[in-house]
């Protein structure tokens, strides 16, 4: 299995400011995803985040706005920049570990005011 | 491209009453399969999996799901339903490994009626 810790669980950001959404995992693990679910909707794929190479971002989201880290094996941040209302979401960090389920971090819920 | 189809954005059954929730999927690559369920408020927890084992897949708080090839479905019953069941239930789908990217359904919100 694997545990995962994002920081910060929630934060209210001004409009036009950015936010550095933290996943910390226990374990190594080759693929990291951030999903965003906005109010009452389902979980969609922003991107993959691969250790030592740039994000794969899934049609509808780009660099610009959800830049993404990964420096290692273990961790990843997503940035919200250039923030509107919009952005109003919770978002999540997940890993999928070989033949075995996904895990999920409790989320970010972001207000954007 | 994989995706999934879920039937019914919300479902009201009656306590006691079997639950059923539907989920078509499409991939171009034998599928593996997921319910969630999200309490409100609340992360995502699994309910159960397919990996192309045994077709009739058995989760936690009885429910189960059978994965059907030539309807391409993988849709979620309980025999009955109890008022703590209520909940938002999502169907994934991933491609052909675990480890790959998960990508939701919109989800169908089911409701228990006393």
């Known amino acids: 299995s694997a545990v995962i810790s994002q920081k910060p669980s929630r934060d209210i950001c001004q409009r036009g400011t950015s936010l550095t959404i933290q996943c910390q995992v226990d374990?190594?693990?080759?693929?990291m995803f951030w999903y965003r679910q906005q109010p009452g909707q389902s979980l969609t794929l922003i991107a993959t985040?691969?250790?030592?190479?740039?994000?794969?971002?899934e049609s509808g989201f780009v660099i610009d706005k959800f830049p993404i880290s990964r420096p290692n094996l273990t961790f990843s941040t997503l940035t919200v920049s250039n923030m509107s209302p919009e952005d109003s979401s919770i978002y999540l960090c997940s890993v999928a570990l070989p033949n075995t389920e996904a895990f999920f971090g409790q989320g970010t819920r972001l207000t954007v005011v | 491209a994989q995706s999934v189809t879920q039937l019914g954005s919300h479902v009201s059954v009656s306590e006691g009453a079997l639950v059923l929730l539907r989920c078509n999927y499409s991939?171009?690559?034998?599928?593996?399969l997921f319910w969630y369920v999200q309490y409100p408020n609340q992360g995502l927890q699994l309910l159960l999996k397919?990996?192309?084992?045994?077709?009739l897949v058995k989760g936690i708080n009885g429910f189960e799901a059978e994965f059907k090839k030539s309807e391409t479905s993988f849709h979620l019953t309980k025999p009955s339903a109890h008022m703590s069941d209520a909940a938002e239930y999502f169907c994934a789908v991933s491609e052909g490994s675990s480890a790959s990217k998960i990508i939701f359904g919109s989800g169908t919100r089911l409701s228990i009626r006393p």
């Open positions: 374990s190594q693990v080759t693929m």
């Open positions: 985040a691969n250790q030592g190479s740039e994000a794969t971002y």
């Open positions: 991939s171009s690559v034998p599928p593996y």
């Open positions: 397919y990996t192309s084992a045994a077709t």
